[in-house]
């Protein structure tokens, strides 16, 4: 029986092939891959000087190669290294883009805010003479809480408003009876009548609702792109999978293995690929545009008459209408408030402060001519922007794929399919983890999703959220909005001061493992494995048991 056994080996040396991919008696030289493994950076140290047999590889076609065990990891990892860099680098350009559009629109608003509080000294001071003067601490409060809610502060809008109103009743009444003995206590009783006595008419309610929505309206958009880029910044930092990197290295580097250097993906493998790759980013897609289109709607009530910037430089004018509606009325208001806090006792300065009040009614006109040229070109382009961004999470995969899959006639037969220069034959998987589930290329369990992009989504759908609240004129608090972006409205921050520091590759602690494809394409993958068993060695067991009877 031995010498049956090793009659049958000898056999199965003589029909087994020779070495190459074509048969043939002679080795090729390794030289192409040599120069190619040397130029990544890599040392030669036991790189193989001629193809030698493949069964050691487990990502590669297991025919004659010119890969080592140790060349299939190490470029394994270079090609998972590769991919990531270009995912941040696609990142990077988005976040640039979108932290200009914050950086933009924020800029304009302060501006507006500053040029309007500019407006009202000048004017103020021209018009309402001592009356400001004394009492210009009113209104640098107002703007300074103005500023601090656009940039994110926890400031209550109806509260600021309404304790503007009420503290500048307190300081007109104050003004306007300086020849009495007006005491803490008393002036508390003034500003508590000011709902009931309306003694600036129906301007508090109506600048209350339109500074409201509109600065509402600002502030959320402003954080959407803050909250747009943070996304952005954190789901390019993502690390690929052991199974994508896997996948990757058979589609870039595998070719260079088989002495096939010059051979480039076919079009609907290299799909697969990404495909599977990006599976959990695509799945960001429906409430990234969600997100994009919201904000569209928002950027779309900030021009015209009841515009950001219309609504801002008004706010002197607004304010000088009122204090005049008051002084107008001073008597009437004066004997209201005399019912309800009681009378006053003369002591104070012997001049009238409605006299000197009256000095200055001159009506105050924005000087300042409105800059919707410049807001109508920043919604513009933000819009522009944004509908451009709506499928950028499912196109990543034709972008990556775009300047890397072979073209032009005939390039569906001569591609690389994972196994050799042939048509590839399985069809392109959908977009998402669930769509993954039969991905030829990448083997994903679609129970297990990543948890950072699964946290990025719920950050989208909680921005949407506020958004549409915003639409409808209801203040939102962003304290909690993110979980690394600070209230204080600082914006976006670049990866460098983002990063907690270098991240490192994860070396491979096991041996890659070879994922089949699916029964359609068997039929090209016999076609590349030349290295095939001796079909002697299966007719052993049979013989011995003939044998032995």
């Not at 590669?60 to 140790?70: I, L, R």
């Not at 920043?378 to 950028?392: A, E, G, N």
Request: aromatic share 6%.
């Amino acid at each position: 029986m031995d010498s049956l056994i090793i009659a049958a080996l000898a056999l199965c040396s003589l029909t087994a092939p020779a070495h190459g991919d074509k048969g043939t008696s002679k080795a090729r030289s390794c030289s192409d891959i040599r120069q190619f493994y040397s130029g990544k950076g890599f040392a030669l140290d036991g790189v193989p000087q001629f193809e030698i047999s493949g069964e050691h590889l487990r990502i590669c076609p297991q025919g004659y190669t010119c890969c080592t065990s140790d060349m299939e990891d190490s470029l394994a990892v270079l090609s998972r290294r590769e991919m990531e860099g270009l995912l941040k680098e696609a990142g990077r350009s988005l976040h640039t883009s979108l932290t200009g559009q914050y950086k933009a629109f924020d800029g304009y608003i302060l501006e507006l805010i500053n040029r309007s509080a500019i407006s009202l000294q000048d004017t103020f001071t021209a018009t309402w003479g001592l009356t400001y003067s004394q009492n210009s601490q009113v209104f640098s409060d107002l703007y300074t809480d103005l500023r601090q809610y656009c940039r994110g502060s926890n400031v209550n809008l109806e509260e600021v408003l309404n304790e503007f109103w009420a503290r500048l009743l307190e300081k007109l009444f104050y003004q306007a009876n300086r020849q009495n003995v007006i005491g803490e206590d008393y002036l508390e009783c003034v500003s508590k009548q000011i709902e009931t006595l309306r003694p600036f008419g129906d301007i508090p309610r109506a600048m209350k609702m339109m500074v409201t929505r509109t600065f509402v309206s600002a502030r959320s958009f402003i954080r959407g792109l803050v909250v747009s880029g943070e996304v952005v910044r954190k789901v390019s930092q993502v690390q690929l999978s052991q199974e994508c990197m896997r996948a990757m290295m058979r589609m870039t580097y595998c070719p260079h293995c088989r002495g096939m250097s010059s051979a480039r993906p076919c079009a609907n493998y290299c799909s697969n690929v990404m495909k599977g790759c990006l599976a959990n980013q695509a799945d960001l897609n429906t409430e990234w545009r969600h997100l994009a289109e919201t904000m569209m709607q928002v950027a779309g009530r900030f021009d015209g008459p009841s515009g950001v910037d219309a609504v801002v430089l008004s706010l002197p004018s607004r304010i000088s209408e009122a204090m005049l509606t008051m002084t107008d009325n001073m008597e009437t208001i004066n004997s209201k408030l005399f019912q309800a806090c009681g009378n006053l006792r003369e002591g104070g300065t012997s001049s009238t402060g409605v006299d000197e009040m009256k000095r200055g009614r001159v009506t105050v006109e924005d000087r300042l001519e409105t800059s919707s040229n410049k807001m109508d070109k920043l919604v513009s382009d933000v819009t522009v922007r944004l509908r451009d961004l709506q499928s950028y999470w499912v196109s990543l995969p034709s972008l990556l794929c775009s300047d890397r899959v072979a073209t032009g006639t005939g390039a569906e037969e001569k591609c690389w399919n994972g196994m050799s220069r042939a048509r590839y034959l399985p069809e392109v998987m959908g977009d998402g983890l669930a769509s993954q589930i039969n991905n030829p290329e990448v083997e994903i369990d679609i129970t297990k999703p990543d948890m950072t992009i699964r946290q990025q989504i719920m950050q989208l759908k909680i921005m949407t959220h506020r958004l549409k609240n915003a639409l409808n004129g209801q203040d939102v608090d962003f304290q909690d909005t993110s979980d690394d972006v600070s209230g204080s409205g600082s914006g976006m921050c670049t990866e460098e001061t983002c990063s907690k520091g270098p991240r490192l590759v994860e070396p491979i602690t096991d041996r890659p493992v070879h994922y089949p494809y699916p029964p359609e394409n068997k039929k090209v993958k016999a076609l590349a494995n030349q290295n095939l068993p001796c079909v002697t060695i299966y007719l052993l067991p049979l013989l011995i048991l003939l044998l032995r009877r």
